[in-house]
């Protein structure tokens, strides 16, 4: 079992930047696939970023690709996600995801175990 607590959400301006951060328990966080996935009013929830377990490998949505950063310590049983140049389509909400196995390049918020409650990101123009 992994418990995901989702931080550093907040109100921010178009072009500014922001990381959150998601906090999971257990010992075995190293094990576990990590992704963010974030969700806007009336939206189906999108994939946004996955990393492997030891961080090695990552994939990123198209959308985010370049601007946006994931990277896991796993010293400190964390994954990161940080947000450059944010833009008026970027608010939603970022929901933390971790899975045993899955591939690398998974887009799909059902191949996902377990969730945080998610944290609110929210840009103005």
């Known amino acids: 079992q992994v418990q995901l607590v989702e931080s550093g959400g907040g109100l921010v301006q178009a072009g500014d930047s922001l990381r959150v951060s998601c906090a999971a328990s257990?010992?075995?966080?190293?094990?576990?696939?990590m992704a963010w996935f974030r969700q806007a009013p009336g939206k189906e929830r999108e994939f946004v970023a996955a990393?492997?377990?030891?961080?090695?490998?990552?994939n990123y949505a198209d959308s985010v690709k370049g601007p946006f950063t994931i990277s896991r310590g796993n010293a400190k049983n964390t994954v990161y996600l940080q947000m450059n140049t944010l833009k008026p389509d970027d608010p939603a909400v970022y929901y933390c995801?971790?899975?045993?196995?899955?591939?690398?390049?998974?887009?799909?918020?059902?191949?996902?175990?377990?969730w945080g409650q998610g944290t609110q990101v929210t840009v103005s123009s």
């Open positions: 990393i492997s377990g030891r961080g090695f490998s990552t």
């Open positions: 257990g010992r075995t966080f190293g094990s576990y696939f």
């Open positions: 995801a971790a899975a045993a196995r899955v591939p690398i390049r998974t887009m799909t918020p059902g191949a996902y175990d377990y």
